[in-house]
């Protein structure tokens, strides 16, 4: 896989004669997604919520902490959530450890607006003294192996761990401060916002590319959705350009998609809750 | 972050927005170029109460050297928000959302900038937020571009940025402050005019897909508009060099000492008409033609002015005439008038050319004292210590 990152002038010509004939390595449809993978839970006993998502094979594990912390000051009575993505040399040997990247950084943000504008986590909710107390959900995510689609693994990642959170409940004692409990309640979601990015290579539009489709692709455009077929983020990103009336037919092309990938999602959580989580 | 929209943003009966806008119309915008001395390039940016600075360096040599690129200049972006440019004062540690901003922003530029034609070497946009008012990633890049523009540095299109979004429900073009946070929805868009392309898009809130289109449209519109004040400010400019150098010439004929001097002067006043004409045309796109006409009149010229040097007093008076003629005449009469000074200098050209060589081809400096930063070469070494100190920050 690591000899994907390179693609050669003679593999990018196959992967653009086999597009233009309406064909991709590996035999999938231009909109047809890897096959995804989740295990709900893996980190059971110290994380409050955890999954690893497996999609073809990009592999990216999200995990949620939380803690007690104080609120911003322009808004008092609302939990936090911060976003957070690793790609560490794990996942690629062209990835270098230390400091998160440019890379990293767009990859967290991505998915946290996704998370954030579908208003999926009820920050209310995550208020314990207003002004004082709130929980603070680090949504931690570690890129394990990289083959192309990063963002769409990654919001399934963190959504798929948040489905999984438990949070402890709280004690407001008679000085007024707050006691963390042993019991914990089930964090609820509102939405379950996924991202579905189109990839252009030339002409043609792909989603869910391997690393070696990806790195030919010229842009590429993520649309979050919400269930109830609303955009709630996008992004643009790389070099390409798109024309303006690209814009409205990717979109609805990624709305197609994002109803597969929530239907695996919501299937793996429901498979979760039925083994009495 | 956009809020839940249950803010009334707009006056029901009038349609107008807080500020009395209506729903289509941008906030008074106003660019100016070429502000700053050191940079190659630089604009400035008054959109609504944003105020927003962009420097360009570049094309020049990059460090760390691994970074460059071996078939394209890299183009670095940094964004950054000055600490008393928000309500409560910002952190002076570039933030995630400043580095994010800078990328997208670097992805939008590099659409139009055209790399190839400057390999291993870097080209590095400066953008200070001097205060903010919503949407500074869609002013930044407007500045942005001006300023390379300004830099003469050839691009295919110049790119307008600018937000629609969604406030109670109705798509808006431009949001301010107050909009961007207590609405429920913000799509920045970088847009080229001339090339019909969006080089930078983002969004959020909650939009249906014909919201989203809706506000896309307005959003180009909203670019078309910002496109002629990028022009209007770049032309402004130079129509500033060309007044300047209109009183000027006839000092400068009257000393007469340094013929040299007089050369460099016409040479310099020619290079900055060819820079005017590079950024018209480049403004319409049409690199090839400016790249032509670009080179000829520099190339002929400098024929000029070798056969100057070597012969008599003949000849400099008709390059002052050049000189004087270009200033108040537009750049094509410069070529015009160096073609015809060809032709006649032809004959004796033969002549010299045997004495030319042997006294070797001097090219004549470029010391001007013009404000033109156009001159992509220029790099001193203390701006070279800071962008080093910026990288390793």
Redesign the interface.
Same mark, same amino acid.
């Given at each position: 896989m690591s000899d994907d990152y390179v693609v050669s002038e003679i593999e990018k010509d196959y992967i653009l004669t086999l597009l233009d004939q309406g064909k991709r390595i590996g035999g999938r449809e231009k909109q047809e997604h890897r096959p995804i993978k989740f295990e709900l839970n893996f980190v059971e006993t110290k994380a409050e919520g955890s999954a690893i998502v497996t999609l073809g094979e990009t592999k990216i594990i999200a995990g949620v902490k939380a803690t007690l912390g104080s609120p911003f000051?322009d808004t008092p009575d609302s939990g936090v959530i911060t976003t957070s993505a690793e790609l560490s040399p794990i996942a690629s040997p062209y990835y270098e450890s230390g400091p998160p990247g440019?890379d990293a950084?767009?990859l967290? *943000?991505v998915t946290d *607006?996704a998370i *954030?504008?579908?208003?999926c986590i009820d920050l209310s909710k995550l208020c314990i003294v207003p002004g004082k107390y709130v929980w603070i959900l680090f949504i931690d995510m570690y890129v394990l192996n990289a083959d192309g689609n990063l963002i769409d693994a990654a919001t399934l990642a963190s959504l798929a761990a948040l489905s999984t959170t438990k949070i402890p409940k709280v004690k407001i004692n008679e000085e007024g401060e707050p006691e963390v409990l042993d019991e914990k309640e089930v964090l609820e979601l509102d939405h379950y916002p996924v991202t579905v990015t189109s990839y252009k290579i030339g002409k043609h539009r792909i989603i869910d590319p391997i690393l070696k489709e990806e790195r030919i692709a010229d842009?590429r455009?993520t649309?979050g959705f919400?269930e109830e077929?609303?955009? /709630?983020? =996008?992004?643009?990103?790389?070099?390409? /350009?798109?024309?303006?009336d690209e814009? /409205?037919p990717i =979109?609805?092309e990624c709305?197609e998609v994002s109803k597969s990938y929530r239907a695996e999602l919501l299937k793996a959580i429901e498979e979760f809750k039925k083994k009495g989580n | 972050m956009a809020g839940d929209g249950s803010v009334k943003l707009i006056d029901e009966k009038t349609g107008k927005r807080t500020d009395g806008r209506k729903f289509n119309e941008l906030r008074p915008t106003k660019i100016e170029v070429g502000v700053l001395n050191n940079a190659d390039g630089s604009a400035l940016i008054y959109m609504g109460n944003n105020k927003i600075l962009a420097a360009v360096y570049g094309p020049r040599e990059l460090h760390p050297k691994h970074l460059a690129l071996p078939d394209r200049a890299l183009v670095q972006c940094y964004y950054r928000m000055s600490t008393f440019s928000v309500a409560e004062r910002k952190s002076p540690a570039p933030s995630r959302r400043e580095r994010e901003i800078s990328k997208v922003i670097s992805d939008a530029l590099n659409s139009v900038i055209l790399t190839k034609d400057f390999p291993r070497t870097t080209i590095d946009i400066y953008i200070q937020v001097l205060q903010a008012d919503g949407g500074t990633r869609c002013a930044s890049l407007t500045a942005a571009c001006t300023a390379l523009a300004d830099a003469g540095i050839p691009m295919r299109g110049i790119i307008s940025g600018v937000a629609a979004g969604l406030v109670n429900d109705t798509v808006v073009l431009d949001l301010h402050d107050i909009e961007d946070q207590k609405g429920s929805g913000d799509i920045p868009i970088g847009y080229s005019a001339t090339l019909d392309e969006i080089s930078l898009l983002q969004l959020d809130g909650v939009f249906t897909i014909e919201q989203f289109e809706e506000a896309v449209k307005l959003a180009i519109e909203g670019a078309k508009q910002i496109y002629e004040i990028q022009k209007e400010a770049l032309r402004e400019k130079y129509a500033q060099i060309r007044a300047e150098f209109a009183g000027e010439p006839e000092e400068e004929e009257a000393e007469e000492e340094d013929t040299m001097e007089i050369v460099s002067q016409s040479l310099a006043e020619s290079e900055a008409s060819v820079d005017e004409t590079a950024i018209d045309e480049a403004v319409a796109s049409e690199e090839t033609e400016e790249k032509k006409t670009g080179e000829k009149t520099t190339i002929e010229i400098e024929e000029v002015s070798e056969v100057e040097e070597v012969s008599e007093v003949e000849e400099v008076s008709e390059v002052e005439e050049v000189s004087e003629v270009e200033t108040d005449e537009h750049q094509d009469l410069v070529s015009d008038i160096a073609e015809e000074l060809n032709e006649e200098l032809d004959e004796d050209e033969k002549e010299l050319e045997k004495e030319l060589n042997s006294l070797g081809t001097e090219k004549p400096e470029e010391n001007d004292d013009t404000t033109t930063t156009n001159t992509t070469e220029s790099e001193d070494d203390e701006t070279e210590h800071e962008e080093i100190n910026d990288l390793e920050e």
């Open positions: 000051p440019d950084i767009e967290a *943000r *607006r *954030r504008e579908s208003h842009c455009i649309f919400d077929e609303h955009i /709630v983020s =996008a992004q643009k990103g790389g070099i390409g /350009v798109l024309k303006p814009l /409205v =979109a609805k709305l | -």
